[in-house]
């Protein structure tokens, strides 16, 4: 019987909300036990510096800047989980450490987590595994969508073939198969374009509980031009950076009529994604902070004419997926074992990958 381990999995998404800690107990392939998690909303002066450096923008200084209130603020949220759950940091064999992306150009060789996994290890006593995508990148690969290896350690009772569907600020599917068969890419974007025309708007943060969409009309002649874009038809596995999709600068929608347009864009990308499955999933089970919003949801079943459910249905937490997968690969890098395959970044063989930062002794 393989090892159990146990691990706190954290990660910063491209919606840019905050931070997401989760613990998990696992033997890095099929036995998982999920413990405590806990967020941490960013607060406005966090997201702005977030945005001041995406895409690379900005010098090295304010980078580094960033990046270690970025480290500190994640060590935050793990005292405040270790704290509140009364919990022996000796029980904790390693920190799955995602950082946050601010530029993804795999076809470059390059992309880039912002995150001081030294920092993080010194300032919680725990060691670190944390570059998770860096090596995929250099064979070859996508680096990206890293989650497909936990899902389907999740999904290995439930039937097969089903679609798990990651709606952050970019949208991902893993389709799990039989026989271990396995296919994972980005669909386009998830709620950050949504986020974006909000913000641009003035109202807000998001288009919360979908009332903008909801109270809009879909223009349809934008809404063609969206889709018309290559992305959609290139063959997988394939991958984002958040900003690849972006509003469209003449576009004179109300709040509302935007809102509704570029939630349909989002559900119509992902229908688009099924021409490049190997099978009709069998089901949708969907995950990250798009499944909260209840027009995305509603746009989603008829688009993709097949059954729709958030992952809560199967007993998953769908909040805290992402930071669950990333303690279920830190574990895996503490075995050796691949965090990638051909089918989930098209890496040319199963990669391993991540860096580990010991703790100070």
């Known amino acids: 019987m393989t090892e159990l381990r146990t691990a706190i999995g954290l990660m910063s998404g491209t919606s840019m909300d905050g931070i997401d800690a989760a613990i998990l107990s696992s033997d890095g392939r099929q036995q998982t036990s999920q413990g405590p998690a ?3 909303p960013y607060d406005n002066g966090m997201r702005e510096a977030l945005r001041s450096v995406l895409g690379g923008r900005g010098e090295p200084q304010m980078v580094d800047e960033v990046a270690e209130k970025l480290t500190r603020l994640h060590a935050n949220v793990i005292h405040k989980l270790i704290e509140k759950n009364d919990i022996n940091i000796q029980n904790i064999d390693v920190i799955g ?10 076809e470059s060789g390059q992309t880039c987590q912002i995150g001081d996994g030294a920092l993080l290890a010194e300032l919680t006593g725990i060691d670190v595994v944390n570059d998770f995508r860096g090596a995929d990148v250099c064979a070859g690969g996508q680096g990206a969508p890293l989650a497909p290896l936990y899902h389907g350690a999740l999904a ?31 669909t386009g974007p998830g709620n ?3 986020d974006d025309w909000v913000r641009r708007c003035g109202q807000g943060e998001m288009d919360r509980d979908g009332a903008l ?34 509003l469209p600068k003449a576009a004179d929608w109300s709040p509302e009529d935007g809102a509704a347009t570029l939630t349909a864009f989002t559900a119509r990308a992902v229908a688009k994604a099924r021409a490049h499955l190997p099978a009709a999933p069998g089901q949708w089970l969907v995950c990250g902070g798009g499944r909260h919003n209840p027009a995305l949801m509603a746009a989603l079943a008829p688009a993709l004419a097949a059954p729709v459910a958030p992952v809560e249905t199967v007993g998953w937490r769908g909040d ?22 051909p089918g989930t970044t098209g890496v040319p ?13």
Request: charged content about 20%.
């Open 38 to 40: 806990l967020s941490l």
């Open 97 to 106: 450490f995602h950082g946050h992306t601010i530029s993804h150009q795999p």
């Open 156 to 186: 290995a009772d439930l039937a097969q073939p089903l679609a798990v569907l990651n709606i952050g600020g970019v949208a991902n599917v893993t389709w799990i198969g039989p026989n271990d068969d396995m296919l994972a890419f980005d």
């Open 192 to 194: 950050a374009l949504i």
């Open 213 to 246: 969409a909801r109270a809009g009309a879909v223009d349809q002649q934008a809404l063609a031009a969206l889709l018309d874009n290559c992305y959609f038809d290139s063959v997988p596995p394939k991958s984002l950076d958040r900003d690849d999709f972006t």
């Open 320 to 341: 805290y997926l992402e930071a669950e997968a990333f303690a279920y690969l830190a574990i895996r890098h503490l075995d050796g074992l691949p965090l990638s395959l």
């Open 349 to 361: 063989a199963p990669q391993t990958g991540g860096r580990l930062h010991r703790r100070p002794r």
